[in-house]
């Protein structure tokens, strides 16, 4: 397989460059692009390289990056993805251009008018849950929410092999009666439409996994996403200054060392890979900005996940009807 990915847009392009420096893999071959001088520090030979003369910046408007920047890095790559030159795409530039992008370039699913953006997340558990939407769409219909029950249910049984994920939608409280017009509605779309379906979630259960795929728009999806993301490191960090507050505590934090790291491993972001575009007819990958080598090493595990169970020629055919 053959994945793309984007060397710019991220906030160390030197991590990108130290992980193809080092990558082979017998069956994957990446492709690289960027601009010149990024390109000429990678030396690894089993990289193919695509020179470009642009990059797409954060200031860049997101809905005309493919018609002004069509030399730049991120669109090079997309219309690489569309004429399969590549199999998979992944980049850490701007979500917006990178979303809005795929969209024009690539095209949407058969009635799937808006995608999401969905991720997998930890929890206080050894499971993992999916959440969608993370901010594509920061409003959302809702067959919207409907369709995104559809693909992430795909998405869950094919890349973590679970046969009959549960749904919920995250809501301000459990009861059927519960959020405005838009959850009202695609309560009763879901429950009609899965056996699966759970009813409504609030937000301080996210982490005890509960269930498989929390459902939400993107605007509260993405609220709830970095108050996750935030809460996470604050404890992290509370946690380390405790232990390194006294002669006697320091101690301490030496006998429970072995927890601590499986703490941090748990809920470290980078070891779930990027966040995936569903409902685009080809898979694009996003990964965080502050992407290092290790999120980009999982990055691309997904990929192949994703390659190797069919999971986007599925999507289509679900939605075809197939």
């Known amino acids: 397989m053959r994945i793309g990915i984007d060397l710019s847009g991220v906030d160390d392009k030197n991590e990108i460059i130290s992980f193809l420096n080092t990558f082979y893999e017998k069956d994957v071959t990446m492709v690289s692009y960027g601009i010149p001088q990024d390109l000429n520090f990678i030396k690894n030979e089993h990289i193919e390289k695509i020179f470009c003369s642009e990059e797409v910046h954060i200031s860049d408007d997101p809905a005309r990056v493919h018609r002004r920047k069509k030399d730049s890095t991120m669109i090079r790559m997309i219309n690489d993805l569309k004429e399969d030159k590549i199999d998979i795409s992944i980049s850490g530039g701007s979500t917006g251009a990178y979303m809005a992008s795929g969209i024009f370039i690539i095209g949407r699913i058969s009635d799937v008018k808006k995608p999401a953006l969905a991720t997998v997340l930890p929890t206080v ?173 999982f990055a691309v595990q997904q990929a192949k996940k994703i390659y190797k169970t069919n999971l986007y020629e599925k999507m289509i055919k679900e939605f075809k009807g197939e």
């Open 125 to 297: 558990t050894e499971h993992k849950f999916l959440l969608a939407d993370l901010g594509a769409n920061v409003e959302a219909k809702p067959k919207d929410l409907y369709n995104y029950a559809k693909l992430s249910i795909l998405y869950m049984k094919n890349i973590y092999k679970i046969d009959n994920p549960t749904l919920s939608l995250l809501n301000i409280g459990t009861e059927e009666n519960k959020g405005n017009k838009l959850y009202k509605e695609a309560f009763l779309l879901l429950k009609n439409g899965f056996g699966n379906f759970k009813g409504n979630m609030e937000a301080r259960e996210i982490l005890n996994h509960k269930y498989d795929i929390i459902l939400a728009d993107g605007f509260s999806g993405n609220i709830l996403l970095k108050t996750i993301e935030g809460v996470a490191k604050s404890l992290s960090s509370m946690i380390k200054s405790i232990f390194l507050s006294s002669i006697l505590s320091r101690i301490s934090g030496l006998l429970i060392k072995k927890q601590l790291k499986i703490f941090k491993k748990k809920f470290d972001y980078s070891e779930y890979g990027g966040a995936i575009l569903l409902g685009l007819t080809k898979p694009l990958i996003k990964v965080h900005g502050s992407a290092d080598k290790k999120a980009i090493y």
